[in-house]
C-alpha cells in the first residue's frame, strides 16, 4: 500500500466552483506540504503544516486554504476554482528527526478547470 | 531565500554518461537533495548532500562543493528508462520546507 495518498487522482470542474484535495499518509510523519507544478515552473509550494495547530502559507497560498485535520490528514481547498489553477497537485510529508529530512510524494491530482 | 539553477533539457544517448549540474544562491544551507520524477508521476528522492564530496549509489553519484554553490548528478551506464525529469532542491536551516529547482528534463535516445 502507497504511505501517502490523495484524492481523487484526477478531477474537472468549472469556474467558481469549490473543490477539497485532499491527502492522506500512513508513515507517520508530522510534517505535509501541498505543492503545485507547471511546465516550466517547477514545484511551487502553496502551503505547509509542521504538526496539527500549525499552517504556514508557502509562495503561492493565494486562492487556496488548507486544513489539517489530524497528524495522517491535509486537505487542499479551492474556495472558487479559476482556469489558471489547471495544475499537476502534490501532497509531500517529511519526518525532523530522520536526519535529512527527506520529502515523500504522493501520486499526484491532476485538476483541469474550465 | 533560494535561488536554484538548472537546464531546462539534456539529451543523452544510452549506455553513455551524463552530469546534471545544479547552482544556487542561499541566506543560509542545510542539504542538497535529487529527485527524478517520470513524466505525470510524483518525484522520488534519488540523494542528498550536505558535506563536501562525492556521494555514490550504484549508477548515480551526486556532489557537492558548498563554497562553489555548485552540485551535479551522474548518471552513468544511461538507459532508457532513465529520461525523466531530475529536481534539485536546497533546504534552509532552521525548520523551512525545500525549495526546489525548475527541474532538468533528460531524454536518453538508442
Known amino acids: 500500500d502507497a504511505d501517502v495518498t490523495q484524492t481523487p487522482r484526477n478531477r474537472i470542474t468549472k469556474t467558481g466552483k469549490r473543490i477539497m484535495l485532499e491527502c492522506s499518509q500512513t508513515?507517520?510523519?508530522?510534517?505535509m506540504y501541498w505543492y503545485r507544478q507547471d511546465p516550466g515552473l517547477g514545484l511551487r509550494l502553496i502551503y505547509y503544516s509542521f504538526d496539527v495547530k500549525d499552517i504556514n502559507k508557502g509562495e503561492i497560498s493565494d486562492g487556496y486554504s488548507v486544513s489539517r485535520q489530524a497528524q495522517a490528514k491535509f486537505s487542499l481547498s479551492l474556495e472558487s476554482a479559476i482556469p489558471n489553477q489547471t495544475a499537476l497537485y502534490f501532497c509531500?510529508?517529511?519526518?525532523?528527526?530522520?536526519?535529512?529530512?527527506?520529502?515523500?510524494f504522493g501520486p499526484g491530482t491532476r485538476l483541469l478547470v474550465l | 531565500g533560494q535561488n536554484i539553477d538548472q537546464p531546462t533539457e539534456m539529451t543523452a544517448t544510452e549506455g553513455a554518461i551524463v552530469q546534471i549540474n545544479c547552482t544556487y544562491q542561499?541566506?543560509?544551507?542545510?542539504?542538497l537533495f535529487w529527485y527524478q520524477q517520470h513524466a505525470g508521476e510524483a518525484p522520488t528522492f534519488l540523494s542528498y548532500?550536505?558535506?563536501?564530496g562525492l556521494e555514490e549509489k550504484g549508477r548515480f553519484s551526486s556532489f557537492l562543493s558548498r563554497s562553489k554553490g555548485y552540485s551535479y548528478l551522474l548518471l552513468k551506464e544511461l538507459q532508457m528508462k532513465d529520461s525523466a525529469s531530475y529536481l534539485c532542491a536546497v533546504r534552509d536551516p532552521g525548520n523551512t520546507p525545500l525549495v526546489f529547482g525548475k527541474g532538468t528534463r533528460l531524454s536518453v535516445i538508442a
Open positions: 509531500a510529508t517529511s519526518d525532523p528527526d530522520r536526519g535529512r529530512e527527506t520529502q515523500y
Open positions: 542561499t541566506s543560509g544551507f542545510n542539504g
Open positions: 548532500n550536505v558535506l563536501d
Open positions: 508513515k507517520g510523519h508530522d510534517r
